[in-house]
């Protein structure tokens, strides 16, 4: 049997006893990327502690309102709000083929003197869909503070180069002359805007309340005796002990699912406003203009050792070309929900939420580290500007030698041959950019000769980019960083590993 051979019956076969710690698919974005803090928000510890957080505060509520609930029932409630067992609502669940009445009585096992009022009145998307909108709000708050971070980390880098002129490119063609800092607070106007949805969102987020099985609370109002205002401060009394300042108005079994596609929409302009900042990054990477931070021992291929490959922000564009697709999920889970309910929207809910801002959340992790640690290469910045910027003077060099007397028309047609010479040196021979050179040797131009240097300075051609720099960071960006001096003294718990 030839050496072929063997590989090939060797290889055939997984054997079942190989690996067996490692025959379970592991999801990468959780496994390799997300961060601790996110990946907390959307854990099934966040998930069922707060079902029974909410359980205890509706029957809070409900004792408050003079149902028959005892001191002693709510002080059992409480005290194992964290003391969940999980084996034992797997096989509640198996039992009964529901997730909620499994854990409905694995809080019972715990607290047994309670277990008949909890779930009083309730549905199962009491405590699934507000543990639901709960979980959004703090992880809307998490990414509000990675996005305050970033902002910050870009708001160093665009004061730090808000003069260093650069080529400007319109269909990635050189244009007139930016500043590396008035592109930065380009990237920055974009998660300013970002920011305002994010805060909206988690202003004006809803609870769903006390809603009961299709919305109408009949339940409750049964409960209460008739009593419509007792429902009415029952709902309004849980959104008060769970933080909300208001539920959502009306409802079928679930909260609209459209406020779902408001919230992957808000994560995938973040996505959107990331992607065109590492876009730019990766470009000006293959120029040699700026690099993304490169770690000592960092390999940037397996193959070309001399790489240095812009994997971070290659990542950033992966992670955020998916979270950019997610929207159109919760569109189609919005538009195919049949009058009060259907469970089709229930699957795919569990996959897009967290996955969206487990994606974001990493997305934003990444941007902070690459800001930070962002390397410009001057000298590269400016020689690319000095291939060009000969022909961008031209307007310039033609006015001043006519205010010194020269004719005009005379001097245009100059300027033309000369350029048109230095384009065939440039494209024809490979040789840089020689007209100045040419303009300085023509006795034509003997009245700028000596001030032809000063009038080629790049920063004569950068507008008010400077200026528009320290103005949009006076008045648009440092008033937000003091408004959120506070998530700013915040140390995440993760870093950038890979």
């Known amino acids: 049997m030839s050496n072929a051979d063997k590989f090939l019956e060797a290889a055939a076969t997984f054997p079942e006893d190989a690996l067996p710690n490692n025959q379970v698919y592991e999801h990468p974005l959780v496994q390799r990327y997300a961060t601790k803090e996110m990946s907390f928000v959307w854990s099934p510890a966040m998930k069922f502690t707060t079902w029974r957080k909410l359980w205890t505060a509706l029957a809070t509520a409900e004792q408050e309102l003079g149902i028959e609930i005892t001191d002693e029932q709510l002080e059992e409630m409480r005290k194992n709000l964290f003391d969940v067992d999980f084996e034992l609502a797997a096989q509640k ?53 990675k996005l305050i971070q970033v902002l910050d980390t870009l708001k160093v880098f665009a004061e730090k180069h808000r003069d260093l002129p650069t080529l400007g490119y319109t269909h990635y063609q050189p244009a007139q002359l930016t500043t590396v800092g008035k592109r930065a607070c380009l990237w920055m106007q974009d998660m300013l805007l970002d920011l305002e949805r994010v805060d909206r969102e988690i202003e004006e987020l809803p609870m769903r309340g006390v809603k ?58 973040i996505a959107q406003s990331a992607y065109k900042m590492c876009g730019d990054i990766r470009l000006l990477a293959n120029l040699k203009e700026v690099e993304e931070p490169f770690a000592k021992k960092q390999i940037g291929s397996s193959a070309m050792a001399y790489k240095r490959n812009p994997m971070r922000s290659e990542r950033v564009c992966s992670l955020a070309r998916y979270v950019m697709s997610l929207p159109n999920a919760a569109a189609n889970t919005h538009a195919n929900q049949w009058f009060e309910r259907t469970l089709d929207d229930s699957a795919i ?89 040419r303009i300085a040797k023509d006795p034509l131009f003997t009245a700028i000769h000596s001030k032809l240097d000063t009038l080629v300075d790049p920063k004569q051609f950068v507008g008010r980019a400077p200026e528009q720099v320290d103005e949009f960071l006076g008045e648009e960006v440092k008033p937000i960083l003091e408004a959120n001096k506070e998530l700013l003294a915040m140390e995440s718990v993760d870093r950038v590993n890979v």
């Open 93 to 145: 669940e198996a039992e009964f083929r529901h997730d909620v009445m499994g854990h409905v009585h694995a809080f019972g096992e715990v607290a047994p003197k309670a277990m008949p009022v909890i779930h009083l009145g309730a549905t199962s998307c009491y405590v699934g869909d507000n543990t639901d909108l709960i979980q959004i709000r703090d992880a809307l708050k998490l990414i509000k503070r």
């Open 349 to 437: 809910r569990r996959v897009v939420l967290p996955e969206g801002f487990l994606a974001c959340d990493v997305i934003l992790t990444l941007l902070a580290n690459i800001s930070d640690g962002m390397v410009v290469w001057p000298n590269v910045v400016r020689a690319h500007v000095m291939a060009e910027l000969p022909f961008m003077s031209t307007e310039v060099i033609l006015m001043e030698c006519v205010k010194a007397g020269g004719d005009r028309q005379e001097l245009h047609e100059a300027i033309r041959v000369h350029s048109m010479d230095a384009g065939a040196v440039v494209k024809g021979e490979g040789k840089p950019n020689d007209l100045l050179e």
């Open 212 to 269: 009961g099985t299709t919305g109408t609370q009949a339940s409750f109002l049964e409960l209460f005796d008739g009593d419509h205002e007792k429902v009415k401060a029952l709902n309004k009394r849980v959104c008060e002990l769970m933080d909300f300042k208001k539920a959502i108005p009306v409802s079928g079994q679930t909260y609209t699912r459209k406020i779902d596609f408001n919230i992957l929409s808000v994560l995938s302009g």
